[in-house]
């Protein structure tokens, strides 16, 4: 013979379950893309993270370093547009990223917050080559220092120890350098 509890614990145990799982869906359900859209658009600043080889981007010591470990975390930088490009800024230490010079293969470094040097204006394009002024999606892009026809990018040549990689203006006419950007915000 059935005890009253075998019949009435596993239907409460299933309504449970079924409301929970209602709740979940309701909270887990992404945004329709106008909302979502218009959440992007209402002021909030595009924050990023920029990928080479694999390997995020970080600030160490006001240098841009590509790191293949954990530690330093990854750096997240905001897109502004500015006049004929955008501007990288750190959003951690509101340094903005620059070449201190033309040269082939200058490391790229982090301006004091607040400073907009010379040579922190980079030209954004998607993967067809497209010149954009904010980065619609999660994806493949170059960033052109503008006005020299250089394209941010790891060096050509590097040990192959799991130290930081140096993140560097390549030289003219080298072919433009693919960046993994994920867009966070």
Same mark, same amino acid.
């Given at each position: 013979?059935?005890?009253?509890? @075998?019949? +009435? ?12 799982? =209602? %709740? %979940?869906?309701?909270?887990? $359900? ?5 909302? @979502? ?14 990928? &080479?080889?694999? @390997? ?9 370093? =590509? ?7 990854? %750096? ?22 620059? %070449?201190?010079?033309? #040269? ?8 004091? $917050? *607040?400073?907009?040097?010379? !040579?922190?204006?980079? +030209? ?5 080559? !497209? ?17 020299? *026809?250089?394209?941010?990018?790891? &060096?050509? !040549? ?23 950007? #994920?867009? +966070?915000?």
């Amino acid at each position: 013979m059935k005890s009253c509890f @075998a019949t +009435i614990l596993p239907a409460r145990t299933a309504v449970a379950f079924a409301v929970l799982a =209602a %709740a %979940a869906a309701a909270v887990l $359900a992404p945004l329709p893309a106008t909302a @979502a859209t218009a959440a992007r658009t209402a002021g909030s600043p595009e924050v990023v993270v920029i990928s &080479a080889q694999g @390997a995020p981007l970080a600030d160490i010591d006001q240098k841009v370093f =590509a790191t293949l470990l954990p530690v330093p975390p990854p %750096a997240e930088f905001v897109v502004t547009p500015v006049s004929g490009g955008v501007q990288l800024t750190d959003r951690a230490t509101g340094g903005v990223v620059y %070449a201190p010079d033309t #040269e082939p293969l200058t490391q790229l470094a982090l301006a004091p $917050a *607040g400073h907009a040097p010379a !040579n922190s204006v980079w +030209i954004l394009r998607d993967a067809g080559g !497209n010149i954009l002024d904010s980065i619609p999606a999660s994806g493949a892009y170059e960033l052109e220092l503008k006005g020299t *026809g250089q394209y941010m990018g790891r &060096a050509p !040549n590097e040990d192959r120890s799991l130290l930081p990689k140096r993140v560097v203006l390549l030289p003219a006419g080298y072919p433009p350098y693919v960046l993994t950007v #994920e867009r +966070i915000s």
